[in-house]
């Protein structure tokens, strides 16, 4: 009786216990949000945990992991190892083209270090990609444009969590005629080129708690390595305060139709190193970036069917296809590089941060970098811009948070700050005599991308429950002191002619998170964490 008793215990546990593996392995997986650090930022921190608690609520397991920018780039666009990441992306000025945040979501910029590491992939929205890009009919193109922002809504890959205000601030009494800029306040690319001082200093000092992922024209792919970096690289056009093209390195630029461009190379121009820039330079720096084929650059560069010499100072691009942004895109964002320094370089991926060449044409010269501290450039006298330059250098203090920027801008440590004010630094900043603020809506957002290659993110369902359970609202009051607007698409309303008022909307809503899931087949275990269908 005894050994009955035994194996029918043996049996029930057994049944037991795989019932039990069996449950446990139709839970919804634990979600690793990742987000920056407190000191880094601390609106991205805190709306991580606003979110978590509101997911939590509804049964998901989720563990926030604050980590420093430069290790999330790593992971989020190098490695994509990642469940969700907080990040964002910059308002720059030549971002106002719809091209690259409607890139972000192209199926061909899936791949490592490329600019869609969510892994979203839609046939339909990849077509119409390549339409809008191929249209040069503004309002023919724009229809595609909104188009493509109803299918990004309904799909959910990426959940755009605000567009937050540009607040940037000044000592008045050390310099005038900064630049203002939408989408970059004061820390873009004109600033240095136009301040005038109002006292014996010459020196613009930058505060920011910022800075450059890398030094390397190749492999940079943050916002703080090429807002540095485009001071001290020419490109054949810059984009002007008021978004219009200025052919800058290029002295002209003649459409022969619409897969052929010709530039004419601005005479007299040198690199740094004392050398001449020549038509040489043009062509293989496109050649060269094309040849190594980094993919956070690849927007940029793969309409270029071929470069060609055609006379002294003239190199013409022929493109695969019509390409509408073309002068606007391409040629705002590829350094000149001098190929005396450069074509010697096999594996530039691999040149640590010393073997980095720093020699470009621009206005201004690489002269130091200390990492975590100090970073100057100088004025370059032989530039074609330098007779309007009025200030012998910048220099960049970098602190380890926002309290040390704005301290040093009280104290009158720093002259402007590069990285917008918190909410509760700007009624501080206000309250300053010598502090000027200024403040700009954002084109660039705040988002929350989701790994579609990895449970739970690649169930539409899911994405869209979790959606409702991101009470943005609450996240700009709170957080924002009301100063941002709720994100929508990755069109920002400000970039209004290009922007779609009329796509989907996930408005919080936990009743209708729970009535999705619950529709799809999901259910609870007696803990409250949510499981996925029967069969799943």
Known sequence: MRKI?????????????????????????????????EAYDPIRYEAAFMIADEWRAMGFQVNVRPMEFSTILARFYDA??????????SGRVERLDPQHFLGTLHGEQTDLGANNPG?????????????????FDVNERRAVVLEMQAIAARDMPVNILFYRDEINAYNNETFSNYIVMAGEALYNEWTPLNVVPLT?????????????????????????????????????????????????????????????????????????????????????????????????????YRVIDRTDIIGENRVRFTLKDPYAPFVTVTLTQIPILPKHIWESIENPADLTPAQVPTVGSGPFVFDRYD???????????????????NIDAVEYIIYADQEGVITGLITKR????????????????????????????????????????????D????????????????????????????????????????????????EYNPEGARQLLEDAGFRWDAQGRIMFPEGY
């Open 119 to 135: 892994g979203y992939i839609n046939p339909e929205y990849d077509v119409l990609f390549e339409a809008q890009s191929r249209e």
């Open 200 to 300: 014996d200093k010459r020196v613009l000092t930058i505060g920011t708690p910022q800075e450059p992922d890398s030094i390397n024209p190749l492999t940079s792919t943050s916002v703080w390595g090429w807002k540095f970096m485009r001071m001290t690289y020419d490109k054949l056009v810059r984009l002007s305060e008021d978004v219009e093209p200025i052919p800058w390195a290029a002295e002209e630029i003649i459409p022969i139709d619409d897969v052929t461009i010709d530039i004419i190379l601005r005479s007299g121009m040198k690199f740094h190193d004392g050398m001449p820039v020549t038509v040489e330079d043009i062509k293989f720096t496109f050649d060269y970036y094309i040849e190594k084929d980094f993919a956070y650059f690849r927007p940029f």
């Open 80 to 89: 994509q190892d990642f469940d969700g990441t907080i990040l964002g992306w």
């Open 5 to 37: 008793t035994t194996i029918r215990t043996v049996v029930l546990l057994s049944v037991f216990f795989l019932f039990s593996t069996m449950m446990m392995a139709t839970l919804v997986p634990e979600i690793e949000l990742i987000t920056t650090t």
């Open 459 to 506: 169930n539409i369902i899911v994405r869209k429950a979790l959606s409702h359970l991101i009470d943005k609202n609450n996240i700009i009051d709170v957080l924002l002191d009301g100063r941002g607007e709720v994100g929508t698409s990755v069109i920002a309303p400000i970039n209004a002619f290009w922007h779609n008022p009329d796509i989907e909307r996930y």
């Open 371 to 389: 990492r975590g501290e100090y970073k100057r450039i100088l004025t370059f006298e032989d530039h074609f811009s330098a007779d309007q330059i």
């Open 414 to 457: 720093i002259d402007m700050t590069a990285w917008r004010l918190e909410p509760g630094h700007i009624d501080i900043a206000e309250r300053e005599d010598h502090i000027t603020v200024v403040s700009v809506p954002d084109f660039g957002y705040y988002h929350l991308t989701m790994n579609l290659r990895r449970e739970p993110f």
